[in-house]
């Protein structure tokens, strides 16, 4: 079956370090999406990457890195200069939009980082 | 530009009772809107969508919605309440045809009380 794939689900970081969050997709989307989660703030855009070898900033993208290497996989490196980097983390990813009807967003499972 | 608002952060229904989560939407062109669940440490999850086809949309586990275009909203409602319905609802709005970005509003957590 076709999905996304994050890793790890729980991810525990010691002040200062740079981490990595992996987000794997099978769907061949062209379009992928990170975000983070806080309680009540929803979803924030963090970056999104519309072709492999390109990205944009979202809302939030300070202290955040991505690349686009392959189509499939879209990691989010955290790093030490994200003040505040303890939240929930949600990949997507997103087929081209035609005339005539669009399934919008395919989510991960998510991962919880945590500063230790 | 976008945007989405979902009136009530938290909504308290009985089991058995109506549910009605309000959404609505900012587009300066007609736009397709959509209806995700979240479950506790787990990503969103598609109910249903509008993309311009017919004005009620029905998804999945009951629910459904109406797109009313001169009241630029897109609620959802389910008839019965069931317990398995708690979890966070969220509305989302895409805008003009090209445009593959989706604006969440800020979420409604969905309390059902036995």
């Known amino acids: 079956d076709g999905g996304i794939t994050q890793s790890p689900k729980y991810l525990f970081r010691k002040e200062g370090q740079n981490v990595t969050l992996s987000c794997e997709q099978n769907l061949n989307h062209d379009a992928m999406y990170w975000y983070r989660q806080d309680p009540g703030q929803g979803l924030r855009l963090i970056y999104y990457?519309?072709?492999?070898?390109?990205?944009q900033k979202g809302d939030i993208a300070e202290g955040y890195s991505v690349s686009r290497e392959k189509k499939e996989s879209f990691p989010l490196t955290v790093t030490s200069a994200q003040k505040n980097p303890t939240a929930f983390y949600l990949c997507a990813s997103s087929p081209p939009r035609h005339q005539g009807g669009w399934s919008g967003y395919t989510f991960g499972s998510g991962t919880r980082l945590t500063v230790v | 530009a976008q945007s989405v608002t979902q009136l009530g952060s938290h909504v308290s229904v009985s089991e058995g009772a109506l549910v009605l989560l309000r959404c609505n939407y900012s587009s300066s062109v007609p736009p397709y809107l959509f209806w995700y669940v979240q479950y506790p440490n787990q990503g969103l999850q598609l109910l249903l969508k509008?993309?311009?086809?017919?004005?009620l949309v029905k998804g999945i586990n009951g629910f459904e919605a109406e797109f009313k275009k001169s009241e630029t909203s897109f609620h959802l409602t389910k008839p019965s309440a069931h317990m398995s319905d708690a979890a966070e609802y969220f509305c989302?709005?895409?805008?003009?045809?090209?445009?593959?970005?989706?604006?969440f509003g800020t979420g409604t957590r969905l309390t059902i009380i036995p």
């Open positions: 989302a709005v895409s805008e003009g045809f090209g445009n593959e970005k989706l604006t």
């Open positions: 990457s519309q072709i492999v070898n390109d990205f």
């Open positions: 509008y993309t311009s086809a017919a004005t």
